[in-house]
């Protein structure tokens, strides 16, 4: 009985975790709705709500609304609900990233994953590998790049006492610069400057070829390695206080860590599979969430997906508004006001990794 109240022993928030989690869902509601409202082609409140209506319903339109229907149901909608999921997945695994390897700098990317996801990306972006998969070669190539990194991540790393998190930082970290040297040959080899553009695109993240094949494995993935993490929160209190407490508390640190490693490693894949190298989510929103409700991951792990899905739905409205009818990359987005965000909250906030 001790030892539970031990690993739930952590600073308390300055917020109720379920009023503001009803908060963030309604605001993710609103924002899903000004995502797919607002957009270089005008469509109106009334229209849009009378297109999603007959989506949803399967109502028959006019010939005359045949074009805003497919910018809603087709362009618009499936960009936005995959922007959500990839926003509450690399908040979600942000959260798991920092527990495990006990450094406030952490985030999704810090074990090499998306760098190698990059290579197989650039792969087919500039050498048209994978042609025959069609519009699948893309995500199949970044996904498959995505798992061999991580198994070369996780040799090199392995050794007799485990995972440290000293090995998985320095691996990954030196893993990610061999990474991205390859990319960085393959761009300026790149015969095809529209191609190179592509490329860089992608590297700093982008969800304008969102489509609705890519939501159901993406959603089922973060809401399986979600789930995962939010059963084993109490474990992640007692890892966040170093391996000899959570040891001493009945949580073996080096197993946790490898499963901790397999669920971040397929999470990070498989969203950077369908929206490229996206930064500064993963490693802002769990640290905003701790400042809001304090330390103990399963208060985060219920906070930090919504403001996720949240952040990253109006990056990429950002995104698209700003420039348009051209585009910026979404991690452009994310960093120009993740930054100054972030630090403010720092400096009213008293913060400190893990607590106050």
Known sequence: MKDRQ??????PGRISVVPLAIGLGVLLVVSVLCGVGLGAAGIGPGEMFGLLWAGTTGGRL?????????IVWEIRLPRVVLGAV?????ASVGVAVQAMVRNALADPFVLGISSGAAVGANAVI???????????????????????AMALVYAVARSPHGLTPLRLILTGTALAYGFEAVTTVM??????????RSAMMWLLGSLGGATWAQVPLA????????AWLRWRAEALNALAMGDETSAALGVRPGRLRRELFLVTAAVTGTVVAVSGAIGFVGLMVPHVARMLVGSDHRRVLAVAPLAGAVLLVWADL???????PAELPVGVITAVVGVPAFLLLMRRGGYAFGGR
């Open 6 to 11: 031990v690993l739930r022993s952590t600073t």
């Open 62 to 70: 006019p010939a005359s609304d045949l074009a805003s229907y497919t």
């Open 86 to 90: 990839v926003g509450a997945g690399l």
């Open 126 to 148: 500039l050498l048209g590998a994978f042609a025959g998969l069609g519009v699948w070669a893309l995500s199949v190539s970044a996904f498959a790049s995505a798992l061999a």
């Open 187 to 196: 761009v300026f080899g790149a015969a095809r400057g529209e191609a190179a």
């Open 219 to 226: 959603a089922v993935t973060v809401a399986a390695g979600w």
């Open 318 to 324: 950002l995104s698209r508004l700003l420039l348009a």
